[in-house]
């Protein structure tokens, strides 16, 4: 019972932001259970809802041919290197973790506000520097759950189209959320009880996601975007200066 307490309203929350936004169902699912769970129970608990509401995202939108070949290679390097770092969660600091994910939603949060244009790499550059970018970003999702930093960066600064942006980042997050399940499960940190706790954030995510889709023709969404981004990056404060104090 104090399970389903606890994830009704997270999952509700972090889908209304997403069906608003168009993001962060699992940073924002996952840091705000990582407040009353440990780090790998945390991630354990956002793995499915954040499944199902990305597929949609990664299968929708007919640019898949266009963005997969592009990013293949960098997504894949992503799935292993978080299927490797979850596997290794079971010996590392649980608390030290959340300090870490902490500093990653604030390195994003700062990123998405301060909006900088970086600089488009060559295609040449684009091809060897992918794979270790994918690696980075693979390994930080699989310490702490969240696949932010550098991936969304490094998708912004190759200039992806916005469609093709969205659907390679949704089709990134199911292939690394898969990974980490994966890799929780070879190391014991994925029990039942957790994957079954786990399915039951799915309706109210797709309940605050569909309020959320509703709300967004009546907010300026820009606005509600630096307001997230301003909660995220306070919510990293709060989860770095527990951890490391």
Known sequence: ??????????????????????????????????????LPEAMALM???????????????????????????????????????????ARADAVLLSGLLGLCMVASATLALAAPQLPAPAAVTEVWLGPPMGIASGAIAGLTGSYLVPAAPWLQAIRLPRDQFVQGFGLG???????????????????????????????????????GRRLRVRLDEAAFRRVVQVALGLLGVWLAVRAFR
């Open 1 to 38: 019972m104090a399970d389903i307490l606890l994830i009704l309203p997270i999952f509700l929350i972090a889908g209304l932001v997403k069906g608003v936004a168009g993001f962060g169902l699992p940073t924002i699912s996952i840091a705000l259970l990582a407040l009353f769970r440990p």
């Open 47 to 89: 793995l499915v809802p954040s499944l199902v509401t990305n597929v949609w995202q990664a299968v929708a939108g007919g640019t898949l041919r266009q963005v997969a070949p592009r990013i293949g290679v960098f997504l894949a390097c992503s799935a292993a290197a978080a299927f490797l770092a979850a596997g290794q969660l």
């Open 173 to 211: 997050v199911v292939m690394v959320n898969a990974a980490m399940a994966a890799g929780l499960s070879g190391a014991g940190l994925l029990p039942v009880g957790l994957g079954l706790a786990s399915c039951i954030g799915v309706l109210p995510a797709f309940v605050g996601m569909e309020a």
